[in-house]
């Protein structure tokens, strides 16, 4: 089956270009011009990947990021006219995976997409982080071929750390990926959730520690086993 890729820009011969581009390499392409479309196209169906252009008539390209990353940890692209190398910073620091700036080639944005997916998708064995499998449509993950009984807030901190192998998170970066209203919770919830989630996992290999704990910075995954 194909890969879904969103694109939000609101210039026409933008998302034509894009679109071309990506549907030579094999993947499936939805348009959005507005950052409400674009939401509304990501709670209907299952997306790879998301090219976002961070001037949108709506709301801001980074905004609409941070609302994204609330609930999915898919693959960010930034299109921008910006250059400043702040505003590369930002998008990366709130979630993006790449940023690429305006006039590029539709050849180059493609490779990137190819690149970017073959960093954060699923391998021959699970998902990036290895022997996990994470199933985002019912938000369940395997680990080892056994499911995992996960609460909410457990699933969403695994679900950010294996799509994302090597990353170090800190405490306040999950807290805002992950809860609604980062301001209610504390530093100490996000280490119990880790904890519960680790208890969980030594049920299944007590031989593996796959979360490594970074002392004064945050959690990672590891990226080898």
């Given amino acids: 089956m194909a890969l879904t890729i969103l694109v939000v820009d609101d210039e026409p011969a933008i998302t034509d270009n894009i679109t071309y581009a990506l549907r030579t390499e094999g993947f499936e392409v939805v348009c959005c011009s507005t950052g409400e479309e674009a939401l509304h196209a990501l709670a209907e169906r299952d997306v790879n990947l998301i090219i976002l252009d961070v001037g949108l008539p709506d709301q801001n390209g980074f905004e609409l990021c941070k609302q994204v990353r609330k609930t999915s940890t898919v693959p960010i692209i930034f299109l921008t006219a910006r250059t400043d190398e702040i505003d590369r910073v930002v998008g990366l620091e709130i979630g993006g995976d790449d940023y690429v700036p305006k006039p590029f080639s539709p050849r180059e944005l493609a490779a990137r997409v190819k690149a970017v997916l073959r960093r954060s998708s699923p391998g021959e064995d699970g998902a990036a982080g290895g022997p996990f ?15 995992l009984d996960l609460s909410r807030y ?20 999950l807290m805002d990926l992950v809860w609604e209203d980062p301001a209610v919770s504390f530093d100490r919830t996000v280490d119990t959730h880790v904890k519960t989630i680790r208890a969980k996992l030594h049920e299944v290999r007590p031989d593996v520690d796959p979360i490594q704990t970074h002392r004064g910075l945050g959690y990672s995954l590891k ?3």
Avoid: C, H, N
């Fill in 154 to 173: 457990e699933y969403k901190i695994l679900e950010v750390l294996i799509g994302r192998p090597g990353w170090v998170f800190s405490r306040q970066k």
């Fill in 223 to 225: 990226e080898a086993w």
């Fill in 133 to 147: 499998v994470s199933d985002k449509q019912r938000m369940k993950i395997t680990y080892f071929g056994k499911a």
